[in-house]
């Protein structure tokens, strides 16, 4: 039976080598201890330079590693390469086909998946944020700053705007931190869009592929993940909504501030 499409994640494999090239990176996985040019070229029966060139090549190429040796005694200290472990026989990765199975034993282990994944996330969300002091307080403007920081640093490009649909930059009208202040009667609750709603259009989802399969699930982490985000900063933020695949590559999240941080 044929599997159904390809089960190595695409573009992982390690680019093919041929000729001397694919003799030195063999030598390089063989060898119990890192090579020296010299060493490559003795081996392989090529010119010194030879050696080097291909060596640089597979370095360029992320398969090969450069070190020195340590010396003993005075001079230059020796220049030598180690092959580059792989996850597999020619480098290829199937986190995808992981994450289908893993998703798999979720919705049927468990009594109610949406619930567990939105927990995780939360929980994930929470992990990633650092805590603002017990005496600062952080406004809805600055939140929404941070967690858009967040979204990016987890592979997404999000793009704030009104639900009126007019983009707009977090914190762009202000200064960044005009919205945190550890003091009392600080400028942390003024916030120009007051208590209208918020969407972020987040682009490039970094789990596209498997969360065409089960928004159910991915989603709710990713809802999760912001909600623990504007909860660990006590700002008055809620993340209220995620709407997935609004067009085929952008989802939508509502953001809206409470009455209380």
Not at 183 to 193: C, F, M, V
Not at 228 to 244: F, H, K, Q
């Amino acid at each position: 039976m044929t599997p159904r499409g390809p089960l190595t994640d695409p573009g992982s494999r390690a680019p093919a080598q041929r000729g001397k090239r694919a003799s030195v990176l063999r030598l390089l996985r063989e060898a119990d201890a890192p090579l020296s040019a010299a060493d490559i070229a003795e081996r392989v029966g090529v010119h010194l330079n030879t050696a080097r060139f291909h060596l640089d090549a597979l370095v360029a190429d992320g398969q090969a590693v450069r070190a020195t040796a340590p010396r003993e005694e005075p001079g230059r200290p020796k220049v030598v390469y180690s092959a580059v472990a792989t996850e597999g026989p020619d480098g290829s990765r199937s986190f995808r086909l992981l994450s289908d199975i893993l998703l798999g034993v979720v919705s049927s282990a468990v009594d109610d998946p949406v619930a567990a994944a939105t927990r995780a996330g939360h929980a994930w969300g929470a992990y990633l944020t650092d805590a603002p002091a017990p005496t600062e307080r952080i406004g809805a403007q600055e939140a929404e700053r941070r967690l858009v920081a967040t979204l990016e640093a987890v592979g997404f490009a999000p793009e704030a705007e009104t639900e009126a649909g007019t983009g707009a930059d977090p914190g762009a009208d202000s200064d960044p931190g005009a919205d945190s202040d550890p003091g009392t009667g600080s400028r942390a609750d003024e916030d120009p869009r007051g208590s209208a709603g918020r969407r972020l259009r987040l682009h490039h989802c970094p789990f596209r592929e498997v969360a065409m399969r089960r928004p159910d699930i991915v989603c709710a982490i990713h809802l999760g993940l912001m909600r623990g985000t504007v909860e660990t900063l006590r700002a008055p933020l809620t993340a209220e909504s995620l709407e997935p695949f609004v067009t085929p590559h952008v989802c939508v999240a509502t953001l809206r501030r409470t009455d209380a941080a």
